[in-house]
C-alpha cells in the first residue's frame, strides 16, 4: 500500500490550476476512455475535446416552446439578441431553430434576421413532409431539420409504416431538401430507444452515401434524439442506451463527421446536463440546448449549463459573455413573468445564497470558502446570505455590509451589526415568526440602527 | 483612563447587557460558564465595550477574550 505523509505547508495549497475563482473550475482529464464495442476495446481521448469545435446548438424557439404557452414574438427576438451576445462573436451559440408553421413564427424570423446578427445562425423545424420545404425556402434558410424518427415504437405505433416504409419516406424528404437547396438535419427521434443495428445504422449510412452526391456544407446532419432522456455516459452500457458507443458507431461505421453530429437530450431521468457534456466528450460537436431547460415535458439540456461546462472544458471564455445570462433571468421573470426555481444553478435567485450562519462566516472570512467562482464578476451575481435565524452574526454582518457595498477594511465587524442580529432574533424567539427575514426588513433596521452608513453608502 | 475605571466601567456594562447582579462580577468570572453569556450575547457585550469606551476593537481577538479580567486588559490595551 502507498503510504502517505502529511504536508504542514506553510502556505495553503488552494490548487488554482484548476479552481482559478476568475473562471468556473476548469475540467481536466488524465487518460483515455476505453469502451467494449462488438467485444473490441475501442479508445476514446477525451482531451480532444479541447482542441475540437464543440459548440452549442439552441431551440428555445421549438422544444422550449413546446413546454409553455408560446412566447410573443418580441420576446423572441429579445431573447434572440441576448443569445447573439451572450455565445459570442465566434459563434461558441452557433444556431437557433424556430418554427415556421404559423404568421407570427415568420414574422419572428424576419424580425430577428433584421437585427443582421451572425450568430445564432437561424435554422427551421418542419415534420418529414416535402410539402413542408416550400415554408423553409420561402424563409430563405439555408438548413432545417425534420423529424426522422428511428424507433419502431414511433416508426410502427405512432406513424404505422414499416421500417422501409419511413426509411424511403425520409429519404424522399432529404432529397427533396437538396433539391431545394437546402441542407437537411435529420432528427433521429428515439433513437436511444431504436434497433440500431437493424434500423438506424443503416439509414444513416444509406443517408451518407446519397451525402456522396452533394458539397460539403450541403451533406445531411444528424441529431441524435434521446426523446424520452433514455441515454446513458456510464461506461460499457448497453445499446441502444449507451452514448458512447452510439456516437462512435455513427462516427466510425457511418462516416458521420463530429461537425455532423448534434446530440438532443431531454431530462427525464435528471441526465439531461451530464449526458449532453458526454456527447461533447464522446465525439460530436453540437449540443441543442434550451434557455433554462425549458421543453417538452422534464426539459432539455439548459443553455446557460452547456455555456459553463463549455468555459470549463476549453479552460476560457472564447469570447462568450456570461453576464448576459443574468440579463437573460430578469428579462424572463419581468417580461415573460415565468419564475425559475430559486436554488437553479447559476440564474435562481438563491443560486449563491447561505442561510446556514457557519457558511456566512466562511464567506465574509474569505469568500472563495463557499462561492463557486467570481459570481460577481461572471455572472453580476455576488454571493449573498438569507436571513433567518440560523444565519448567525456573520449573516447578518455579511447581508449588511454586501447592501452597503462595503469592501476591505471598510467592512462593518458583527458586533456593529450587533443590534440588528438582536433585532433577528427576536424576531424568531419572541415574535415566533417562522419565515426568512426580507431584504426590506433588513434595510429598515440598517436605517434604524446605523443610519450614518445608510446616508452615506443608500440614501443615494 | 487607569485600570480601577475600566474596570468599573466594564462591570456596569456586563451587568446591563447579561442582567445580573453586578455583585456575581468577578475578575476571574467567565462570561460563558459563570455569568451565562450565550453566543449572542457576546458579540453584545464586545459592542457595548465599544461603544463605552468609544473604541473599535479586532473582531477575532476580542471574541477570543473570555474573562473579565482579560476584558478590562484587553481594553487598556486600546486606551493607552
Known amino acids: ?460 | 483612563m487607569d485600570k480601577a475605571e475600566i474596570k468599573k466601567r466594564v462591570e456596569k456594562v456586563i451587568a446591563q447587557v447579561l442582567k445580573i447582579d453586578p455583585k456575581e462580577i468577578t475578575p476571574n468570572a467567565n462570561f460563558a460558564f459563570d455569568l451565562g453569556a450565550d453566543s449572542m450575547q457576546s458579540i453584545e457585550l464586545i459592542a457595548a465595550f465599544e461603544e463605552e469606551f468609544n473604541i473599535q476593537m479586532d473582531e477575532q481577538k476580542a471574541r477570543e477574550v473570555q474573562t473579565v479580567e482579560g476584558a478590562v486588559d484587553f481594553i487598556a490595551g486600546y486606551l493607552k
Open chain 1, 1 to 460: 500500500m502507498k503510504t502517505y505523509e502529511l504536508q504542514d505547508v506553510a502556505t495553503p495549497n488552494l490548487l488554482e490550476d484548476t479552481f482559478p475563482y476568475s473562471l468556473p473550475p476548469v475540467i481536466k482529464f488524465e487518460g483515455k476512455i476505453h469502451e467494449l464495442i462488438d467485444g473490441k476495446i475501442v479508445e476514446f481521448d477525451p482531451n480532444e475535446v479541447k482542441t475540437r469545435e464543440i459548440h452549442i446548438t439552441d431551440t428555445t424557439f421549438r422544444d422550449g416552446q413546446q413546454a409553455r404557452p408560446p412566447y410573443k414574438k418580441d420576446q423572441m427576438v429579445r431573447l434572440y439578441e441576448m443569445m447573439s451576445r451572450l455565445g459570442g462573436p465566434n459563434g461558441v451559440l452557433r444556431q437557433s431553430e424556430f418554427f415556421l408553421y404559423t404568421k407570427n413564427d415568420r414574422e419572428t424570423i424576419d424580425a430577428c434576421r433584421a437585427l443582421n446578427l451572425r450568430y445564432p445562425e437561424i435554422t427551421g423545424w418542419i415534420r418529414a413532409n416535402k410539402g413542408d420545404f416550400r415554408l423553409v425556402k420561402e424563409m430563405n434558410l439555408k438548413e432545417t431539420g425534420m423529424l426522422t424518427s428511428s424507433s419502431d415504437y414511433h416508426i410502427f405505433h405512432k406513424q404505422n409504416q414499416t421500417r422501409k416504409q419511413a426509411m424511403d419516406q425520409y429519404v424522399d424528404v432529404v432529397q427533396a431538401a437538396w433539391e431545394a437547396g437546402i441542407r437537411p438535419r435529420c432528427h433521429l427521434e428515439d433513437v436511444t430507444r431504436a434497433d440500431l443495428p437493424g434500423f438506424v445504422l443503416p439509414f444513416v449510412q444509406q443517408l451518407e452515401r446519397l451525402s456522396e452526391q452533394v458539397p460539403d456544407h450541403m451533406k445531411v446532419k444528424i441529431r441524435l434524439c434521446d426523446t424520452m432522456g433514455f441515454g446513458i455516459s456510464y461506461p460499457n452500457a448497453a445499446e441502444p442506451r449507451s452514448i458512447p458507443k452510439l456516437i462512435w458507431r455513427l462516427r466510425h461505421e457511418c462516416g458521420i463527421t463530429p461537425d455532423r453530429l448534434e446530440w438532443h437530450g431531454h431530462n427525464d431521468f435528471h441526465k439531461v446536463h451530464i449526458n449532453g457534456v458526454s456527447s461533447w466528450i464522446y465525439g460530436l460537436n453540437a449540443l441543442n440546448t434550451t434557455l433554462f431547460g425549458f421543453g417538452e415535458r422534464t426539459g432539455n439540456p439548459p443553455l446557460e449549463g452547456a455555456i459553463m461546462e463549455y468555459v470549463a472544458l476549453k479552460g476560457g471564455l472564447n469570447g462568450v459573455n456570461l453576464p448576459v445570462i443574468t440579463e437573460m433571468v430578469e428579462y424572463y421573470e419581468r417580461e415573460i413573468g415565468t419564475h425559475l426555481a430559486s436554488n437553479y444553478p447559476f440564474v435562481g435567485k438563491d443560486f449563491n445564497t447561505t442561510r446556514a450562519g457557519i457558511h456566512a462566516g466562511g464567506l465574509r472570512k474569505f469568500e472563495q470558502i463557499y462561492n463557486i467562482f467570481d459570481t460577481a464578476a461572471l455572472l453580476n451575481r455576488p454571493p449573498r446570505v438569507s436571513i433567518t435565524d440560523k444565519s448567525g452574526s456573520d449573516g447578518v454582518a455579511l447581508w449588511v455590509n454586501e447592501f452597503l457595498g462595503l469592501k476591505g477594511d471598510e467592512r462593518l465587524t458583527v458586533m456593529k451589526v450587533s443590534k440588528i442580529f438582536r433585532w433577528v432574533m427576536d424576531q424568531y424567539e419572541k415574535e415566533g415568526r417562522m419565515s426568512s427575514i426580507t431584504d426590506e426588513e433588513l434595510e429598515e433596521q440598517v436605517k434604524a440602527h446605523l443610519p450614518e452608513y445608510y446616508a452615506k453608502h443608500r440614501k443615494n
